[in-house]
């Protein structure tokens, strides 16, 4: 750190991504990715055309890439807006609408929301999980300008119904509730449906988790068209060009191609119900999770313990270093054949820890 840096920068804690370590090939379960490639359209597509495309700007209105979401999701373009990940989607919404009356967000939740609102030095409301890591969301009442949760939550996996989310944001008509829907692919009700009857409701998705396409870069936020126009005015202030070439052509793909995207999902979700079973019958207490991972903490060995010795088995899965989680893992579901893998590492740990 140099003395130049602003003082808020200063003491700013920034996230800390899972960890992409590149000294050795790991089965990675840490951040959520897909284990199966993009569609092959996406390969198709990403050839020498596009290579010389290159030499211009993108779209900045991102138009056949919006045009191919909003028909995707019967929707009009005018209510999509599209970002370098949806954590630039995130950090202009907080931008546009936490400043003048603060946001709130659940304790236990996506570790960037906190970051966000610490860098834009806005006021922050964190809103404390129930002891069993429900979110009830009815403790947002009155509580920002900007409510935000992902739902389902990370990482936890629960759920909050969707009724539940129409009441809160009926009852807050002066507040945003932005819905991070990075997991819902995998399980859970969208609030989609609510856009249109709430001009207070912001979905978020990220092409990330369920897309395969993680290290595209590419999320979306799903609006009425003002608040579309205040993310546009946002982003034409920070970086207009902000969904690159490769990027919206790879998007377009993936969401052209709805087979690739359900059978990606389904191998995944029929795998999380495998690995459920296995880890409640070596003793692990876990969530009900509709997400592509697991949350779960063994009853007699301690998470951290388990998290370094699956490492040294070549296994990484993520956890948490903080109040009320840290004897928990978070693990995402990969293949079948990885997720034996990691079953099998955890058996060969547990008779370790016995003797
Ligand atoms: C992974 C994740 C994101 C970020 O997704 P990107 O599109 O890769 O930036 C946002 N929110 C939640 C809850 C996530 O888990």
Known sequence: MSNFLAKRLNVLKPYTPGEQPQDKSYIKLNTNESP???SPLVKQL???DAIDAL????DPHSRSLNKAIAEYHGISPEQVFTANGSDEVLSFAFYAWGQDNGVAYPDISYGFYRVFADLYGLCSVVVPLENDFSLDIAKFDKTAGLIVFANPNAPTGLFVDINKIEALAKSNPDSIILVDEAYVDFGGVSALSLIDSCNNVVVVRTFSKSRQLAGARLGYAMASENLIDDLNRVKFSFNPYNVNRLTALAGEASIKDDEWHKSCVNKVIATRGKLLESLKNLGFYVTDSKANFVFASHNSVPAEV?????????VLVRHFKQDKIDNFLRITVGTDDEINNLVGAICRILKEYDT
Request: aromatic share 22%; charged share 20%; no cysteine.
């Open 36 to 38: 199966y490639p993009p």
């Open 46 to 48: 990403l050839n020498g």
């Open 55 to 58: 030499r211009l700007y993108s």
């Open 306 to 314: 388990l998290y370094l010795k699956l490492k040294e088995y070549g």
